[in-house]
Each structure stands twice: as structure tokens, then as C-alpha cells.
């Protein structure tokens, strides 16, 4: 007789494993994230960036916002 084994639980909330087996990461809402984009800033835009408590998710949310206000994105 087979034993039924539980797969493991998910110890990393931010990945979830595809049907194919291939790890993908979903930190943020229901979208995985691309690869990271860096930037630079004046600096005081910097120390006001870096002074927030989510501050990858603010300036996700600013560039979102700024595509769609130019017609890049639709939304």
C-alpha cells in the first residue's frame, strides 16, 4: 500500500511553485514581480524615500500611477 505523503508547507509566503515545478516569486498582490529596476534620486527625494515604512511599495504604486496618467498603461 502507498502512503500519502503532505506536501510541505509553504515556509516562503513571498514564492509560490508552478504546476511545471518552477519557483516564481509573489510577494506583492496577485502579480509576480519582474526583475528589480534600480534608480537613483536627488537627495532629498532619497531621504524622503527612505524614511517610509514600505517604500518599494510606494514607488511601485507612484510609477504605476504616472504610466497610467500618460497612456502607457490602461487603468
Known amino acids: 500500500m502507498t502512503e500519502s505523503v503532505e ?8 514564492f509560490r511553485i508552478r ?7 509573489i510577494p506583492y498582490g496577485e502579480q509576480p ?13 532619497d531621504s524622503v524615500v527612505r524614511s517610509m515604512d514600505n517604500k518599494q511599495q510606494f514607488i511601485r504604486d507612484a510609477v504605476i500611477e504616472k504610466l497610467k496618467k ?6
Open 7 to 14: 506536501p510541505p508547507a509553504n515556509k516562503h509566503p513571498r
Open 19 to 25: 504546476e511545471d515545478g518552477k519557483i516564481i516569486g
Open 33 to 45: 514581480l519582474a526583475k528589480p529596476f534600480h534608480v537613483r534620486f536627488p537627495q532629498d527625494v
Open 70 to 75: 500618460e497612456g502607457y498603461l490602461e487603468g
